[in-house]
């Protein structure tokens, strides 16, 4: 009998990755740390998302039962790996738990951290209560409680969006392009639109990267249909006056500077490296590129490779991923850890 496949992390693409591996009758161990599967969707409670429309908690939720009923798939909820070591096709590795796992190889489905707002105070948040983020937004369309002020309870008559908050900032070290924030923004400020009709909803941006067919659904939908409004802009600063938010900074197509009052501001929060990486990468000797994400293989006949054998990555782990993507990749390092799976186990070890 082979020995199962370990995937840590159950979101998106550890879902994915699992689901692959026990379709072909592949027995699979899934690990993660949180009390419950589904990874940010779940845990962080986002709506409607992009591009599908789907809820999360019936597309992601369905994943997870897919994964929970399969018998070939073993779930260690609240538990990470503390050691591994072996070789491809023959590991051993202890969960915080204390339970000792034999697989043939592993993959890495750890996913991301949400940029914390308060590493970018000088755009009100922690300051303001009515400063929020998308996540937050996220929360108050999946729980049904609409779009309110945190400070009061009011439904806001004006809300700017603020794009890249936590990526593409050489200040706060975030260089990357968290790749998906456009959309979710844009999607985003619709539904606030059909929320609240009469709410005037603006989004601050540098560039629109509403990439593929994101552009005619997401980014002219929300303007010709929603009469959402884009203002192209460099902010300086959140403050409040008389009880309304002032967004600050300067209009970079007319070059002046522009001081708009809003009830609520939302930053649309990019993907940082999860803050676990260091441990992940001690643990599993792999190494990590210069951000933090983990390292893949920059190669495209070995895409799910680490930088160890043996020890496959997907999703978001690897750097800021949309979910179609990270499903993608989970199929894919699910295909490369097979291999190990079914390789005999004394042949694999030679
Ligand atoms: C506000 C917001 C909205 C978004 N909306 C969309 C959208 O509508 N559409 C879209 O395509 N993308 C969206 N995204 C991106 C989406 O969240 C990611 O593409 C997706 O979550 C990546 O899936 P993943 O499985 O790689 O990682 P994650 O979802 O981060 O899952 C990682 C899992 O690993 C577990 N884990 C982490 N560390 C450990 C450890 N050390 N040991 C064990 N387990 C561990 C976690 O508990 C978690 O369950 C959004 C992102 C943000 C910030
Ligand atoms: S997807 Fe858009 S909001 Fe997100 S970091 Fe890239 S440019 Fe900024």
């Not at 009709?197 to 560039?207: A, E, F, G, S």
């Not at 020890?311 to 978001?316: E, Y």
Request: proline share 5%; glycine share 10%; aromatic share 6%.
């Amino acid at each position: 009998m082979s020995a199962p496949v370990l995937v840590v992390g159950g979101g998106p693409a550890g879902l994915s990755a699992a689901h692959a591996l026990a379709s072909t009758g592949t027995s699979v161990v899934l690990v993660d740390k949180a009390d419950r599967l589904g990874g940010a969707p779940i845990l962080s409670g986002y709506a409607k998302l992009v591009p599908s429309g789907e809820w999360a908690r019936d597309a992601i939720g369905g994943m997870v039962r897919r994964v929970e009923e399969n018998p070939l798939i073993t779930v260690h909820r609240n538990a990470r790996i503390t050691d591994f070591s072996g070789e491809p096709g023959k590991f051993r590795a202890r969960t915080s738990t204390g339970a000792d796992l034999d697989v043939a190889s592993a993959v890495l489905c750890t996913g991301f951290t949400h940029f914390d707002s308060v590493n970018k105070p000088e755009w009100g948040f922690g300051t303001y209560p009515d400063v929020v983020t998308t996540t937050q937004v996220e929360q108050m369309l999946s729980s049904g409680a609409g779009i309110r002020c945190p400070s009061d309870g009011r439904e806001p008559e004006r809300v700017a969006i603020l794009l890249c908050v936590g990526s593409r900032d050489r200040q706060i070290g975030r260089e990357w392009c968290s790749k998906i924030c456009c959309t979710v923004s844009a999607n985003i400020a619709m539904e606030i639109r059909e929320h609240l009709p009469k709410c005037n909803v603006y989004i601050y941006y540098m560039d629109i990267r509403t990439f593929g067919l994101y552009e005619d659904t997401f980014y002219w939908e929300s303007q010709e249909k929603w009469k959402v409004k884009y203002i192209k802009a460099r902010i300086a600063e959140v403050t409040a006056i008389g009880g309304r938010l002032l967004v600050k900074g300067e209009d970079t197509l007319v070059k002046r500077p522009i001081t708009i009052p809003f009830d609520l501001v939302v930053h649309a929060i990019g993907m940082d490296p999860n803050v676990e990486n260091l441990e992940i990468a001690a643990t599993f000797g792999i190494r990590l590129e210069k951000h933090g994400h983990i390292l893949k293989a920059p190669t495209y006949s070995a895409m799910s490779g680490t930088t160890r054998p043996g020890v496959f990555v997907a999703g978001a782990a690897t750097g800021p991923e949309t979910i179609d993507d990270s499903i993608a990749q989970g199929q894919a390092a699910a295909m490369a850890a097979l291999g190990m799976a079914h390789a005999p186990v004394a042949a694999a070890a030679e």
